[in-house]
């Protein structure tokens, strides 16, 4: 198998249903397998993806949802395809983006994992998609609005060209196209993260490993993500926090002194409970 493409669903029939279509209304020059992991959904999602699909599309049931990473993990550790693609399920994948950047990393064998261009529903860009690794300082400039010339201190990259190719630190989790032998190189996603931040984690493990990440701007999909004016879930709220945490106890604590890592342990505390205080006065989806 060439490519391997991995949707974990939970509870979302029609988004899921509709990221799959969108994969499977092109023809592609490769071939292409579509999996995709229930992550014990409590509704008929999983039920009425296998009547819609049949045998067109792979499903694997979990019994339990450990979270975002640890669903995928189900998927990748029986893959055996040269690449695969974590793609989220609440995503529409345009014409050509995936034969694109499928013909891109044929031909750079520098390149470990890949990403596009990520567009929100009122198609603007989803930032996500091109970044820096987070540390303490660009994370500073980002939380007061600060502007910076300096690339360093540019977490979301926003002077780069949009519809550009370059090198980055980081994807997004809702589309990352990774050689196979990759993860068997830098390993799995981490399942300490529920669902968030492990996208993050990989790419800085992928980068560590000598491969470089790539962002090919020229290839485009839809990111149907909820609007940021929304009210979330509380658990929502608290494992995007939980992730901060644990990525920089994970990969920058032990390189830092103590003042520091308190510093940061108590900013990513205020945030989350300032978070969860401005969510109340949010309107429902």
Known sequence: MDLSVVIVNYNTFELTRNTVDSILKYQYPFDVEIIV???????DSLLKLENYFKDRVVFIKSDENKG?????????????????LLLNSDTIVWNNTLSDIYSYIEVHESVGACGCQVLLEDNTLDKACKRSF????NSFFRLFHIPTDSRDNDYNLDDLDDDGI?????????FMFIRRNVLDDVGLLDETFFMYGEDIDLCFRIKQAGYKIMYYGQSKITHLK?????????KLIYEFYRAMYIYYNKHHASQSSIFVNLFVYLGIFLLFVLKLFLNIFKKNK
Do not use: H
């Open 37 to 43: 992991v229930d992550n014990a959904s409590s509704d």
């Open 68 to 84: 975002f990473a640890s669903g995928n993990n189900i998927a990748l550790k029986n893959i055996s395809s040269k690449y695969v």
């Open 166 to 174: 370059y090198e980055i630190d980081c994807l997004t989790g809702a």
């Open 134 to 137: 987070p540390n303490v300082k």
């Open 226 to 234: 909820g609007a940021s004016s929304k009210k979330q879930r509380p």
